[in-house]
T-cell receptor, first 112, second 109 residues
Framework: KAGVTQTPRYLIKTRGQQVTLSCSPI?????VSWYQQTPGQGLQFLFE???????NKGNFPGRFSGRQFSNSRSEMNVSTLELGDSALYLC???????????FGPGTRLTVL | QQPVQSPQAVILREGEDAVINCSSS?????VHWYRQKHGEAPVFLMI?????EQKGHEKISASFNEKKQQSSLYLTASQLSYSGTYFC??????????FGKGTHLIIQP
């Protein structure tokens, strides 16, 4: 079975721009969760989608949004980028939110 | 709420044992353990469900104490390949997982 894939792997943006990251889950998995990872804060939960519906949301501003498509692929969008948004963004797929999560390789976002 | 992991970092010699703890202020339904090597994605190690059963594979095992709302990960006779950052994730039901800040483990030859 193919693993979780994320595109792009690396991204450099400037403050004020917006960015869209993509995640393709493992075939058959309907839950996709997004995390932001920084050296100081560790893995912070952004949101979780299940069958195209956002079921949970972490404590992030409204600039962070996401969606899930009927084929379970998911995208997350960050608008009006700030320097503090520089991080590794990981998505993880599972059958259900509380099940074992399988992580993708991540997208390294650098905001200049 | 984010679970609290201890210690934050530990350095061991190959062959020594290590214990990593994870505690939560909320009732736990499950505890997940992951390991992340530098520059790689977190990799699932094991999941412990409510019931206190100890799980493990090879020389890595874990326990789950519901009353104390904590879990411990045990690494026996550590190998160089065990180096990395260990995360515990807690949660249950529809709440998804909340991860601790991680424990950095360095194994020296």
């Amino acid at each position: 079975k193919a693993g979780v894939t994320q595109t792009p792997r690396y991204l450099i943006k400037t403050r004020g721009q917006q960015v869209t990251l993509s995640c393709s889950p493992i075939s058959g998995h309907r839950s996709v969760s997004w995390y932001q990872q920084t050296p100081g804060q560790g893995l912070q939960f952004l949101f979780e989608y299940f069958s195209e519906t956002q079921r949970n949301k972490g404590n992030f501003p409204g600039r962070f949004s996401g969606r899930q498509f009927s084929n379970s692929r998911s995208e997350m969008n960050v608008s009006t980028l700030e320097l503090g948004d520089s991080a590794l963004y990981l998505c993880a797929s599972s059958h259900r939110a509380a099940d074992t999560q399988y992580f993708g390789p991540g997208t390294r976002l650098t905001v200049l | 709420q984010q679970p609290v992991q201890s210690p934050q970092a530990v350095i061991l010699r190959e062959g020594e044992d290590a214990v990593i703890n994870c505690s939560s202020s909320k009732a736990l339904y499950s505890v997940h353990w992951y390991r992340q090597k530098h520059g790689e994605a977190p990799v699932f190690l094991m999941i412990l469900l409510k019931g206190g059963e100890q799980k493990g594979h090879e020389k890595i095992s874990a326990s789950f104490n519901e009353k104390k709302q904590q879990s411990s990960l045990y690494l026996t006779a550590s190998q160089l390949s065990y180096s990395g950052t260990y995360f515990c994730g807690t949660g249950g039901g529809a709440d998804g997982l909340t991860f601790g800040k991680g424990t950095h483990l360095i194994i020296q030859p």
